[in-house]
């Protein structure tokens, strides 16, 4: 397969940062009440990781090594503030929704993850197909999510009344705070189940990483963090 | 007072930061399995919050919403993100060298933990909370310390459950991380029961 489909079908499916690697779970859980909000995450969160791909790339041999994480922290912040106000400017309903998660974009640990383990590594071009990649395989999740919540919590898709409450009573903790804790735990027990039988097939699928697994090893700061708990189980790392 | 008071029990009880706002999942699910690991990783946090929302508050009145450079049309706020998280790393950096030198005894309790807060989306998220809601410094301090003191209770309560749990005999795939969503979710519940208070 061609590199740069090989990079999009890795963030897509086969390391999915939302099912498969449980990254990012933070803005997971906040902005999945609607399907438009998990789809607007999403988006920011892709054009971020992206550019924060394509400028850490593009300056991986500039920036000395004992100033990394301060440096891509620099640049994701940066970027963030442009896409806020973006966001602001054209979307600003949608913008007044997200709120203050919009700029805690900067701590999604997708982000910091992919410029520590792929963009800091490689070339320009693949590391932009990967940003891409992640970033619509994050966006796909947060959306997926967000339908599902907001299919059971309210009747609608997107907005839109798909189920009549003449028969209908939605189930409006599915949109509150604990349906957001509700679904995740009922997606992990899933992905528990799906893992174990992809498991039994010989094609095992990638670790979760992210601070969903309760230790340190998938998060983007481990590299500079001095207090890192010593992992349960190992975690398979690039 | 009045209006400490409810910024103090609005944020830490009614709009938990864990509970309802999703701020700080990864140390809340990372380090709640025993109650005192957990009350150590709480304890840090109240001290990093209230230091750093005190810092940024004040960075952000004198020095990117100065009134003197408002006044010459010259406006940093949309610097903020960029300032508090580096400013918020560093922080935790020295607070943790000033209480090695300092309070060894106190460093030998929180030390641990420190690190593990400069990513805490908890703390940026107070410092840009304290902004969009337009406290000044004082109120700055109470929220942050109200914040941190209700992730406090969220994580020592659920150290608390977990510790029960263990003793459970729970459905297979929703062992480890599934379970504890799960009675997190119970929580938000039973913290909701709170929101008719203010």
Known sequence: MNKYLERLYNGLIKENPTFVLMLGMCPTLAVTSSAINGLGMGLSTTVVLVFSNLLISAFRKVIPDGVRMPAFIVVVASLVTVVQFIMQAYTPSLSDSLGVYIPLIVVNCIILGRAESYASKNPVLPSIFDGLGMGLGFTVGLTLIGLFRELLGAGQIFGFQVLSLSWFTPITIFVMAPGAFLVLACLVAVMNIVRKKMDAKGKPLAAPTGCITGDCAGCGMSATCTGKRTADHTVKTE | MKEL????????????????????????????????????????????????????????????????????????????????????????????????????SLYQSLGVYLPLITTNCAVLGVALTNVTKEYNILESVVNGLATAVGFLIAIVLMAGLREKIEYNDIPKPFQGTAIVLVTACLMSIAFMGFSGMI
Request: glycine share 8%; charged share 10%; proline share 2%.
């Open chain 2, 5 to 104: 008071l409810l910024i103090a029990i609005g944020s830490a009880i009614v709009n938990n930061v864990v509970l309802s706002q999703f701020l700080g999942i990864c140390p809340f699910l990372g380090v709640s399995k025993k109650t005192e690991t957990a009350a150590g990783m709480g304890g840090a946090v109240v001290f990093v919050i209230t230091i750093a929302s005190f810092v940024t508050a004040l960075i952000y009145k004198f020095i990117l919403a100065n009134e003197y450079l408002l006044r010459k049309g010259i406006d940093l706020t949309y610097l903020q993100t960029i300032v508090f998280i580096l400013v918020i790393a560093a922080l935790v950096q020295f607070v943790e060298m000033f209480l090695k030198k300092s309070m060894p």
